[in-house]
């Protein structure tokens, strides 16, 4: 997409990050907690079509060189709209529409579909962050310019990275996510001890429902997977999503499935369940990401309607997982408040804003505050009914404590 250079440093923009070598990244990405900045990650969004422009998604990746090493780079990609980015900006669009000015097309910085937090720009570690801040924000800002986009915003921040952004003028915005966090458990039943008497019972009573309906869950990590099971995955994926019709988180082509099994297969956790009369056969799975101590919960899907596979493939299981693995978080995706029954608290997510027209700008900056405070709100009432024993209160559906039924979420979250 073309390079110049500065006093010190080549930029160069590619179009695609197969151009981009994958050491050079991986090299600026591997150390971060996340997987989701990765190579062979964004790579298998690109070649699958899942991420192009056809989808609305124009890749845009920004690069720095000191001479012939990468010490920078920026994943960022070109909107024609919102969908994919689990961030929901629709008001905006239409304030800056009242405005008379286009909303569309757009700069973002995500992992593409990935509603996961942890985007940042990726820095060699020996290198002056604080100069090359200053000339990656420089550089984006006039490439927006140059194409005449509306602006930057980057999704899904790493909360440390979002506070340098903020200094730098960007706005933060402020959204709920939910997280899992491993307070030293031992052991399952450690988890369990947590929760009030009713909520307890009712966790126990879901999970024994596998075995009474002769289903056995299964964890399934890295090589272990059989290649044979990423085309199964896609097909749960879409028979999900198929449920939810225009509602549907449906962004991801069956190849982007199949391609990860050569070579990102390393940060693949699966948990397969099987009836105990066909042990290889799997009648639903969860697809999860594995880094460190992060476990990431992305898609899940079945071939029929079982009861309490859901709760066993998405929640129970993977957290069992996880504390025999020492996994210290455990972020199971954006969507069902039913996350809160199973322990997973609301946490604050955030995005970062700038819009190169400053009436659009000083409207967001006027109502920022009032709507992160909304955000606030929303997140400390959320917590609140957490069914823990001690410290919260819960606002129980029933006099049992226990939730009515419940369609389950959407294939793109868990």
């Not at 050491?23 to 996340?34: F, G, I, K, Q, V």
């Not at 569309?104 to 290198?127: H, I």
């Amino acid at each position: 997409m073309g390079s110049h250079t500065t006093r010190t440093y080549t930029v160069t923009w590619f179009d695609k990050i197969g151009d981009i070598d994958e050491r050079a990244w991986n090299a600026l990405a591997e150390p971060l907690p996340t997987p989701i900045l990765e190579w062979e990650w964004l790579r298998q969004m690109e070649i699958s079509q899942s991420i192009c422009p056809a989808t609305g998604w124009t890749p845009a990746h920004l690069t720095i060189w000191s001479g012939t090493t990468l010490v920078a780079a920026a994943p960022l990609y070109v909107k024609g709209h919102s969908a994919g980015e689990f961030v929901y900006d629709y008001a905006w669009a239409d304030v800056s529409r009242q405005l008379g000015m286009r909303y569309y097309p757009k700069l973002v910085g995500m992992s593409p579909a990935t509603p996961s937090v942890g985007y940042r720009f990726l820095l060699a570690p020996d290198e002056d962050e604080d100069a090359l801040h200053e000339l990656m924000l420089a550089e984006i800002e006039r490439f927006c310019e140059r194409n005449r986009l509306s602006g930057c915003s980057f999704n899904f921040v790493d909360p440390e990275w979002q506070a340098g952004l903020v200094r730098r003028g960007y706005t933060s915005w402020t959204h709920q996510s939910y997280e899992w966090h491993n307070r030293g458990f031992g052991t399952f039943d450690d988890y369990l001890g947590v929760f009030n008497k009713n909520q307890r019972r009712n966790i126990k009573r879901e999970r024994a429902s596998m075995e009474e309906q002769g289903i056995i869950l299964k964890p399934i990590r890295g090589e272990e997977i059989p290649k044979s099971y990423l085309p199964v995955m896609y097909q749960f994926y879409d028979r999900t999503n198929a449920q939810f019709g225009p509602w549907a988180a449906r962004f991801l082509t069956k190849e982007f499935f199949h391609g990860l099994a050569d070579r990102f297969r390393h940060r693949l956790l699966f948990v397969a369940a099987y009836r105990d009369r066909h042990p290889d056969r799997p009648i639903g799975m969860s697809f999860l990401l594995a880094k460190g101590d992060q476990l990431i919960g992305r898609y899940w899907g079945t071939s029929g309607s079982t009861e309490n596979l859901y709760f066993n493939t998405c929640y129970y299981r993977p957290i069992e997982w996880a504390i025999e693995n020492g996994v210290r978080t455990f972020d199971p995706g954006a969507g069902s408040p039913l996350k809160i029954r199973r322990g997973f608290e609301a946490v604050h997510n955030y995005s970062l804003h700038h819009f190169l027209d400053r009436r659009m700008q000083k409207v967001m900056d006027a109502y920022i505050g009032e709507i992160n405070e909304m955000e606030q709100e929303q997140i400390d009432a959320m917590n609140a009914r957490l069914p823990f024993a001690k410290g919260r209160s819960l606002l129980d559906s029933t006099s049992e404590g226990e939730m009515p039924p419940a369609a389950e979420p959407s294939g793109e979250e868990q």
